[in-house]
């Protein structure tokens, strides 16, 4: 079974710019979420995707983050315009999503988008 | 507020070295404690989830209990491949049914030297 996946690994953008980060989740996993790890911080929670629907996104800075699920399969997170406190590493998890299945509430993460703001 | 605390921030070990590492959490209704492994560039690598106390489970080397206050991943004669950053998180009980987001700790870096 393949895992998430997240693309790209690595960005480095000025300051004022656009970047879109993806992430493909495990196939048939219906939630979706979105962590940032900022050096030397706590991995954080941003949104969670249940299929194409946002389900919680009280974790996203600001409005300059727009999360996109379209499908509910792969997922989008557009930076625009970035700032240099957006620097860090971004993670997507995914997890199946039925209740009545502990298992279920397993979250499994991808390698994570290094992004640099300079 | 809800919180993880994880202690030491860093660990070093001799080979064989037995140890314990400690995740300390206050969570206003604990779903669920998960622990993960995470190597450098990577992301974190999902080991067990605890629901409950008194709850305990093994994976090789490794062993997690919990208790209401606090989890603690014990290392048993450990190798220099589990050199890692370990982290733990906790779930909420949130969301009624649905599947809420983790709250993570800082993590403990193990350095396991041969």
């Known amino acids: 079974e393949a895992g998430v996946t997240q693309f790209p690994s690595h960005s480095v953008i000025e300051k004022g710019q656009t970047v879109t980060l993806r992430c493909d989740p495990i196939?048939?996993?219906?939630?979706l979420y979105w962590y940032r790890r900022v050096m030397g911080k706590e991995i954080k929670f941003l949104l969670h995707f249940v299929k194409e629907s946002k389900q919680d996104e009280s974790g996203m800075p600001n409005n300059r983050f727009l999360a996109e699920r379209t499908g509910g399969t792969y997922s989008t997170l557009k930076v625009q315009p970035a700032e240099l406190e957006d620097s860090g590493v971004y993670f997507c998890a995914s997890s199946q999503g039925r209740p009545q299945n502990l298992k279920s509430y397993e979250q499994y993460f991808g390698p994570g988008t290094r992004l640099t703001v300079t | 507020e809800d919180q993880v605390t994880q202690s030491p921030e860093a660990l070093r070990l001799q080979e064989g070295e037995s140890s314990s590492l400690n995740c300390s959490y206050t969570v206003s209704g604990l779903r669920g404690l998960f622990w993960y492994r995470q190597d450098p560039g990577k992301g974190p690598e999902f080991l067990f989830t605890l629901y409950s106390a008194g709850e305990e489970k093994e994976k090789e080397r490794l062993k997690a209990t919990l208790t209401k206050k606090e989890s603690f991943l014990h290392i048993t004669a450990p190798k220099p491949e589990d050199s890692a950053t370990y982290l733990c998180a906790v779930q909420a009980r949130y969301y009624g049914g649905s599947q809420g987001n983790l709250i993570f700790g800082k993590g403990t870096k193990l350095s396991v030297k041969p």
């Open positions: 196939s048939g996993h219906d939630n």
